[in-house]
């Protein structure tokens, strides 16, 4: 990617993490703040629920705990987001997704995945650290006002 693409892939704005985080609470039925397999193979209800989840958790479960944080979730977006994907593309998938349409494999990303485990300091540990910390600011300013 140029450095052109690099400019505009600022991160999601704030429709996207809404959009994001709005599909990651309707999976996280027991609102714990992660989902599981089971949980995501309820919420596709199909045939292809079990591909749909093992697809999704090769993409997200970047620590590979059998557990996708709200951090992780919202780092993989972000990840969608640099990797040159459009706004209009993203929500289109999230859109998707919120109907129970398949998961789909987001090649750019896996390829960004691959190159960062190969780095000393991960860039994808970093943008997990980034939203944890994003949230928590979020929901302090929630808390103060």
Request: hydrophobic share 35%; proline share 1%; aromatic share 10%.
């Amino acid at each position: 990617m140029g450095c052109g693409a690099q400019k505009q892939s600022q991160g999601l704005s704030p429709q996207l993490r809404q959009k994001a985080l709005e599909i990651f609470k309707k999976i996280d039925v027991n609102n714990s703040g992660s989902i599981d397999k089971d949980e995501t193979q309820k919420f596709w209800k199909t045939n292809f629920a079990k591909v749909n989840t093992q697809a999704l958790f090769n993409a997200v479960d970047f620590d590979k705990s059998g557990q996708i944080t709200e951090d992780e979730w919202m780092a993989f977006w972000e990840i969608v987001k640099k990797s040159g994907y459009s706004d209009k593309e993203i929500f289109e998938e999230l859109d998707n997704l919120m109907e129970g349409k398949a998961w789909v494999q987001f090649r750019k990303v896996d390829e960004f995945v691959k190159r960062d485990q190969m780095r000393k300091k991960s860039q994808v540990k970093q943008i997990v650290e980034d939203n944890s910390k994003r949230k928590s600011i979020l929901q302090q300013e929630q808390h103060n006002n």
